[in-house]
């Protein structure tokens, strides 16, 4: 079965750090641009930052560009998504994608994912 599975999400004060996970399994995502994406309660979904199948390029959003860290580990198969600083704001469920078009822009719009994963919750919270 072609999955990705996200982990790592979970409750955490503001200022915090959380690292999320993306793991494939059915497949080797070195040939996929990999998006994380997360969606708020009454929030459509915004695409958070993606990274090129090789990990030479990366897209953030504005928003985020300073305290997120997106990486890839192509032999351990998972896409990391590291979060420092967080903020109430950063409450939302959060998924990652994969795809065969490389085009970064593209990926983060969210229109030519592949693969989705389930998501995993991230609250900041006192």
């Known amino acids: 079965q072609l999955q990705l599975v996200e982990s790592g999400g979970g409750l955490v004060h503001p200022g915090g750090s959380l690292r999320l996970s993306c793991a494939a399994s059915g497949f080797t995502l070195d040939s996929y641009a990999i998006g994380w994406f997360r969606q708020a309660p009454g929030k459509e979904r915004e695409g958070v930052v993606c990274i090129s199948s090789s990990g030479g390029r990366t897209n953030y959003a504005d928003s985020v560009k300073v305290r997120f860290t997106i990486s890839r580990d192509n032999a351990k198969n998972t896409v990391y998504l590291q979060i420092n600083s967080l903020k109430p704001e950063d409450t939302a469920v959060y998924y990652c994608?994969?795809?065969?078009?490389?085009?970064?822009?593209?990926?983060?719009?969210?229109?030519?994912?592949?693969?989705w994963g389930q998501g995993t919750q991230v609250t900041v919270s006192s």
């Open positions: 994608a994969a795809s065969r078009i490389n085009n970064l822009q593209y990926m983060c719009d969210g229109k030519v994912a592949d693969y």
